[in-house]
């Protein structure tokens, strides 16, 4: 079966301090993976993607598939990157049918 | 580019009613997704469409929702004789190509009295 799990569903942390937000999944097989963030009023948009390899607004993440994770991590936490952060997934080769994990509430404390 | 658009952005029926939600994806995108987030939840896959064509229905309810996506005009998911755990928000994204990312609107919150 598909699925996307996120164990903490808050995550508090001080300005400047490391952040790492879990991701783990289930599938048979290669799946894509994504991180996908939502501000404040804002609509859901796309942090970013494994196989693009970058590195956005300070985040990386990387896929272990041995450990089956695709975890989340900035080295400094920045106030603005309050927000919620969605784990998701879709077949290899399309970002069609994406499967969702229940998301994450990230608070960078001041 | 406006991105993608949906109306409205609120929406209340009563029991028994018939809801209509629209998107409208991103100039040149004719590849729409739907999906469902129920309080507390992720976001879960109803619907996969292309203009005319629906290529992935496996997340929809096999009863009340349908779903299309005309050659002219937005896509509209329809729920007909809407229960209270239809209560939730549904989001619509575009892409423009199958391998291509998923931009998504700000959802429609629909609220079943």
């Known amino acids: 079966a598909q699925r996307v799990t996120q164990p903490e569903k808050l995550l508090s942390v001080f300005k400047g301090a490391p952040v790492e937000l879990k991701c783990n999944y289930s599938?048979?097989?290669?799946?894509?993976l994504f991180w996908y963030v939502q501000y404040s009023r804002q609509r859901l948009q796309l942090l970013l993607r494994?196989?693009s390899r970058e590195s956005i607004k300070g985040f990386t993440a990387d896929l272990n598939k041995g450990e089956t994770s695709f975890h989340l991590k900035k080295p400094f936490a920045q106030e603005e990157d309050s927000a919620m952060y969605y784990c998701?997934?879709?077949?290899?080769?399309?970002?069609?049918?994406?499967?969702f994990g229940q998301g994450t509430r990230l608070t960078i404390n001041p | 580019n406006a991105g993608v658009m949906q109306n409205p952005r609120h929406l209340v029926r009563r029991r028994g009613q018939e809801a209509r939600l629209r998107c409208s994806p991103m100039k040149g995108h004719s590849h729409v997704y739907w999906y469902r987030q129920l309080p507390e939840e992720g976001l879960k896959f109803m619907v996969y469409l292309q203009k005319e064509n629906i290529i992935d229905e496996s997340g929809m309810p096999k009863e009340r929702f349908s779903a299309e996506f005309p050659k002219e005009g937005p896509s509209i998911l329809r729920i007909q004789q809407v229960v209270r755990g239809d209560s939730a928000a549904y989001f619509c994204?575009?892409?423009?190509?199958?391998?291509?990312?998923?931009?998504f609107g700000p959802g429609t919150r629909l609220t079943v009295l």
């Open positions: 994204a575009s892409s423009l190509s199958l391998t291509d990312t998923q931009y």
């Open positions: 599938y048979s097989g290669s799946p894509e």
């Open positions: 998701a997934l879709s077949p290899p080769g399309g970002a069609q049918k994406l499967v």
């Open positions: 494994h196989i």
